[in-house]
């Protein structure tokens, strides 16, 4: 079975060749390049001749646009700040191999500068883990600016055993300006959906998200950074409905 690689970038010249480099195992490399201007192109290059420039202000058709160039019987979707371990790579290998599985889920260990996030709720920042693997139109994106949901098909397989490496943040200023970006553009999905507010805007809610990643995900035990990540993950809901209202 073939397996095409794609990722989805902008503006990543200091990431996306360490994503590329992890990637030799596949039979070809999509890169879809989403309204960047820096050298994330020409480090592409070096990797794959398959690269796609446009400009998409939502990720599901950007996405969707990546997952129709794929050629290859299965695809793997992984970001510009992951990458693919040897044991990984060969559990891929392995796992695309049967006829009776359509979509593999994949554990993510994700990384601030360089530390491995081991307890906290990282939430809206980061998964636990994703659908990486699936077969050619196994995977759907719906409609969303910032992690939207996706739509999938067929038979579920066993989750992986081993995880892929996800960089998201090379510093805790770094994790702010994640925290920022994401929430501007998930108060653009609940402007455009017209969302009633008044359920983010609730005290509550934000109260236990804060327990759920501080005490029952033990961020306590990762001492003033897991302090962090748990109260941005309360106040996600929260900040992205108060820039819905008041943004332009």
């Known amino acids: 079975m073939s397996i095409s690689a794609l990722i989805i970038a902008r503006n990543e010249e200091s990431s996306i060749e360490d994503a590329l480099a992890s990637l030799n195992f596949v039979d070809e490399i999509v890169v879809v390049l989403d309204r960047s201007v820096d050298k994330t192109k020409e480090k592409a290059k070096k990797f794959t001749k398959i690269i796609y420039s446009g400009s998409w202000t939502c990720e599901g058709k950007r996405r969707n646009f990546g997952l129709s ?8 979707e992984i ?12 559990e891929i290998l392995f796992k695309t191999n049967t006829k009776r599985i359509d979509f593999y889920y994949i554990p ?20 636990e883990g ?7 139109n196994s995977k759907l994106w719906k409609e969303g600016s910032v992690h939207p949901d996706y739509v999938l ?36 999905d609940l ?8 359920k983010l805007f609730s005290i509550r809610k934000m109260f236990s998200r804060f327990i759920k990643s501080f005490l029952f995900k033990k961020g306590y035990k990762a ?21 819905s209202k008041y943004d332009d």
């Open 108 to 127: 993510l260990i994700n990384y601030v500068s360089m530390k491995q996030i081991r307890n906290g709720w990282m939430a809206c920042l980061a998964p």
């Open 191 to 198: 402007k455009s959906k017209k969302t009633n507010l008044i």
């Open 153 to 188: 098909k067929g038979k579920k397989g066993d989750v992986f055993k081993n995880h892929l490496d996800h960089y998201m943040s090379k510093s805790l200023s770094d994790l702010i300006l994640r925290f920022n970006r994401n929430t501007s553009l998930y108060a653009q």
């Open 79 to 90: 970001d510009s700040d992951e990458v693919v371990s040897k044991k990984l790579a060969d």
């Open 130 to 136: 994703k659908f990486l693997l699936f077969r050619k």
């Open 69 to 76: 160039k794929c050629k290859s019987d299965w695809i793997l």
């Open 223 to 243: 001492g003033g950074q897991g302090i962090l990540i748990s109260i941005l993950c309360s106040i996600y809901p929260f900040i992205s409905a108060i820039k």
